[in-house]
């Protein structure tokens, strides 16, 4: 059984449905991070970054991540569920479009396997953007982190056509080119 602790668990504010995990300095467009993958929602291609794409375009999202000793039993009740890999280079942060939200999420500099599950992803994209602060979000994401070696990314549950939207422009964008550490 999965030990594991909440890291965040608040309304994310995102711009053009988009979310990172950083844990170095360098910019990575989104071909990059989807590149030679299969899921359009986590883009984990390029070392020590995650792509996080959301269905609302401009709002607040609802948003917790979670850390794990080990994997956590996949929630069906998720309707989106992708995973990849993940290692950080240094000190990991989830942050919004832009910088303009922050938090530190304690992760080890090891291998990680990520699960991003999202719910609401098409009400979100048809919704386009939160009408105010005060808004109860419209979608909402969990993302576990736990050790764990490293292995191809994958759809694991897909219901909706946006995130079907998503899987397809991923899949056909080439692997980042080598990085030079």
């Not at 594991?4 to 989104?30: F, I, K, M, N, T």
Request: charged share 20%; glycine share 12%.
């Amino acid at each position: 059984m999965s030990s594991g602790r909440v890291v965040v668990d608040e309304p994310a504010w995102v711009h053009y449905g988009q979310l990172y995990v950083e844990s170095r300095e360098d910019y990575s467009d989104l071909g990059e991070c989807f590149g030679g993958q299969q899921n359009g929602l986590c883009g984990a291609a390029v070392d020590g970054k995650l792509f996080l794409i959301t269905g609302l375009h401009t709002g607040k999202v609802g948003f917790t991540v979670e850390v794990h000793d080990d994997a956590p039993p996949v929630d069906d009740q998720w309707e989106e569920i992708v995973e990849a890999s993940f290692k950080p280079e240094g000190d990991a942060v989830l942050v919004t479009w832009g910088g303009e939200q922050r938090w530190r999420l304690g992760l080890a500099s090891i291998d990680h396997r990520v699960r991003y599950c999202g719910w609401g992803m098409d009400a979100g994209h048809q919704a386009d953007s939160g009408s105010n602060d005060d808004d109860a979000p419209v979608d909402r994401y969990l993302l576990q982190f736990w050790p764990a070696a490293p292995t191809p990314d994958r759809v694991v549950k897909q219901t909706g056509a946006y995130a079907a939207y998503w899987h397809a422009v991923a899949s056909p964008q080439p692997p980042p080119t080598a990085q030079v550490g």
